[in-house]
């Protein structure tokens, strides 16, 4: 049996007409060079709200100032008296579109295909990436494409807890 689909002049089909995540998020999609490619393509396998968490982190870690890594051990006043940092555990629960939306930044500004290692300028739940990563048992050095499946194969959310000064 042949089914037909009518097209109404001036309105777009479901399957034609792009997905809406509200204005601001639909503006900061169109200013982020191949990032409305990277939405239609996980939108294949995401639900929408999934989507729109992963967008929200995506704008919140492009807005976000570098972490400062020079923090010198001696900061006192106190000539070489040494500032004594207490480190403290801390735990938060990571979902799947927080690290989402670090591969997906990493994806816009290296491609697919090019290796990255050193997260420390992205943070996931306020930590350092690199630190969360390590928590969930990825570290060294991996290319974009294998941190997508990566993300796609484990079950979030995740708790994580990492000792930090």
């Known amino acids: 049996m042949a089914t037909a689909t009518i097209l109404t002049p001036g309105v777009a089909s479901a399957e034609t007409k792009a997905e809406s995540y509200g204005v ?3 503006k900061y999609i169109e200013s982020r060079p191949g990032l409305r490619e990277i939405v239609e393509e996980q939108s294949q396998h995401l639900d929408r709200e999934e989507i729109r968490k992963t967008l929200e ?3 919140e870690i492009s807005e976000q100032a570098p972490i400062d890594s020079t923090t010198s051990s001696r900061e006192s006043g106190d000539g070489d008296a ?9 735990c938060v629960k990571v979902y799947g579109w927080m690290v989402r939306a670090v591969a997906w930044d ?3 500004r290296f491609g697919l295909v090019q290796v ?9 739940a306020g930590l350092p990436a690199s630190l969360v990563f390590g928590a969930l048992g990825l570290g060294g050095s991996f290319t ?6 990566w993300i796609d194969s484990r079950s979030w959310p995740r708790n994580v807890c990492v000792t930090v000064k």
């Open 24 to 26: 601001e998020l639909d």
């Open 57 to 59: 982190a995506l704008k």
């Open 82 to 90: 040494p500032v004594i940092v207490p480190m403290k555990k801390v």
């Open 106 to 108: 990493l994806r816009i």
């Open 116 to 124: 990255v290692s050193g997260l420390a300028s992205f943070t996931i």
């Open 144 to 149: 974009v494409n294998e941190l997508f499946r």
